[in-house]
């Protein structure tokens, strides 16, 4: 069964562009996802379709009515739906929860714009997400970052080994890759990798993302379990100083 998703939010264009290009859109092509964008409008008040209104204590912005986003809701949750709101007060979105999204049914993303939602609108969600430590003037593009990496998550949506690769080494950066040519001005492919020996290049991409993470990112490696494998290649790497990825930071 595809994956079926709704996007509520009052710029569709916004939403809809990415997600007719590329591979997102050949997900769609082939049927394993269905994705509808919806205008917010549709729900608003009155004549004007009011979706918003001021802050209650005052204060600038417009803040999206709770009453709207029930209504919409109420029209497109199902009894499998999981409704979710992008804002930056939300969990931060992690591989993790992509790989959780990606076995749901239904996914409702609520895009929130102007200074937020009425608070009450969290009650009526299933799950908060923020996509980073930063303030974007709205949830459309927060929901195509979560969206992207659930799509491409799905059974048949990309090939089958990069997605075994990933969780080979799930929770640690990728290894570093090279294609020709062989030598750039002196700058050489290592060697291992033109050997043809697939034990040696699988230990050297194993202690190269170790490496990796080790440098750049060695709150990854505090929140994973290692195999024996793993913990023997960081002793080592430890052991010799560790760092030679110069391009980190
Ligand atoms: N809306 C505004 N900023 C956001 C963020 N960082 N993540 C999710 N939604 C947002």
New binding site residues.
């Given amino acids: 069964m595809p994956l079926e998703v709704d996007v509520l939010t009052l710029f569709p264009a916004m939403v809809e562009g990415p997600l007719g290009e590329s591979i997102p859109a050949r997900i769609q092509e082939r049927g394993l996802a269905t994705v509808r964008v919806h205008d917010l409008r549709r729900w608003g008040l009155g004549r004007h379709r009011t979706v918003d209104d001021y802050t209650y204590g005052g204060g600038a912005g417009m803040v999206l009515r709770a009453d709207v986003v029930a209504a919409a809701l109420a029209d497109v949750r199902r009894p499998d739906t999981t409704v979710i709101l992008?804002?930056?007060a939300?969990s931060v979105?992690r591989q993790a929860t992509a790989h959780e999204l990606a076995g749901r049914s239904h996914l409702v993303f609520l895009c929130?714009r102007y200074e937020g939602v009425d608070d009450r609108v969290r009650s009526m969600v299933d799950l908060e997400?923020?996509?980073?430590?930063?303030?974007?003037?709205?949830?459309e593009l927060?929901a195509l970052v979560v969206l992207d990496a659930v799509l491409r998550l799905l059974p048949g949506a990309i090939d089958e080994a990069s997605v075994a690769e990933e969780s080979f080494a799930a929770g640690l950066l990728e290894y570093p890759q090279y294609t020709r040519p062989a030598d750039l001005d002196g700058a050489a492919v290592p060697p291992v990798l033109v050997s043809g020996h697939h034990e040696q290049v699988r230990k050297w991409r194993l202690r190269e993302s170790l490496r990796r993470t080790v440098d750049r990112r060695p709150d990854l490696i505090e929140d994973r379990a290692l195999t024996k494998e793993e913990a023997r290649m960081l002793d080592e790497l430890r052991g010799d100083g560790g760092g030679t990825d110069e391009a980190s930071g």
Avoid: M, R
Avoid at 129 to 139: A, P
């Fill in positions: 992008l804002d930056p939300g979105f929130p997400l923020s996509i980073g430590d930063y303030v974007l003037t709205g949830g927060a």
